[in-house]
């Protein structure tokens, strides 16, 4: 079925280094895109999304890339620090789709000071 | 701004009982709220969808007769698991859309259920 899926399950990098978080997802209705970081006990906190009309949008140190052409969608953390270490999430939102997200697997992502 | 609630945070409950999570806007008016469970190590699985004021939209595979959902304002929305079981421990969050919004959607922090 449809799905969206994440390239790396882990990741693991040094603190101030920038991190990458990949997803590929296979509905080409797509309209709309989430990242979402879940620390350990908690509910998912919004990052940043990105609607299918855009393919690049920054927030506070971070960027989401989106590419259309490939259905790849990408989480870039500028200067990652402690506190980024997280689960993140990419959710899609199938147009007409009743307002349902779709969910990634999840990648965690760990910062070695 | 757009703060979700939860309550209880964690529950532990006997096997056979009822218990209800609320889920609660607080600056915020949610004419969708969303219920999700969640295993260890695993992506949120969207159980159902509510909307205030009528019935909620169950996904496949759960069962309404058992995860009971109530919408009955534009901030409150209720989830009774009855005669829980073991099997229904798990970490139930709830998100709401932000009216007006394409689909915001804003998580609360989450239930830890579990049942002996």
């Known amino acids: 079925g449809e799905s969206v899926g994440l390239h790396l399950p882990t990741l693991s990098v040094q603190e101030g280094d920038n991190s990458i978080i990949n997803c590929a997802y296979s509905n080409s209705a797509s309209d709309y895109f989430i990242w979402y970081k879940q620390e350990s006990g908690k509910g998912p906190q919004f990052i940043i999304d990105i609607r299918s009309n855009m393919d690049k949008r920054q927030g506070q140190r971070v960027t989401v890339l989106l590419n259309k052409t490939v259905k790849h969608l990408s989480l870039q953390i500028a200067a990652t620090q402690p506190g980024d270490s997280a689960v993140y999430f990419c959710?899609?939102?199938?147009?007409?789709?009743?307002?349902?997200?779709?969910w990634g697997l999840g990648t965690s992502l760990a910062v070695n000071p | 701004g757009a703060v979700v609630s939860q309550h209880p945070s964690w529950v532990i409950c006997k096997s056979g009982t009822s218990v209800k999570i609320e889920c609660r806007s607080l600056d915020f008016q949610a004419t969708t709220m969303f219920w999700y469970r969640q295993f260890p190590k695993q992506s949120l699985m969207l159980m159902a969808t509510s909307n205030e004021g009528s019935k909620a939209t169950y996904e496949q595979g759960v069962e309404k007769d058992k995860f009971l959902i109530n919408h009955a304002s534009l901030t409150l929305s209720t989830l009774t698991v009855t005669s829980a079981h073991p099997e229904d421990s798990s970490f139930y969050i709830c998100?709401?859309?932000?009216?007006?919004?394409?689909?915001?959607?804003?998580f609360g922090p989450g239930t830890r259920l579990t049942v002996l």
């Open positions: 959710a899609e939102n199938i147009s007409g789709n009743n307002r349902k997200l779709i």
């Open positions: 998100s709401a859309k932000l009216a007006g919004s394409y689909n915001e959607q804003f």
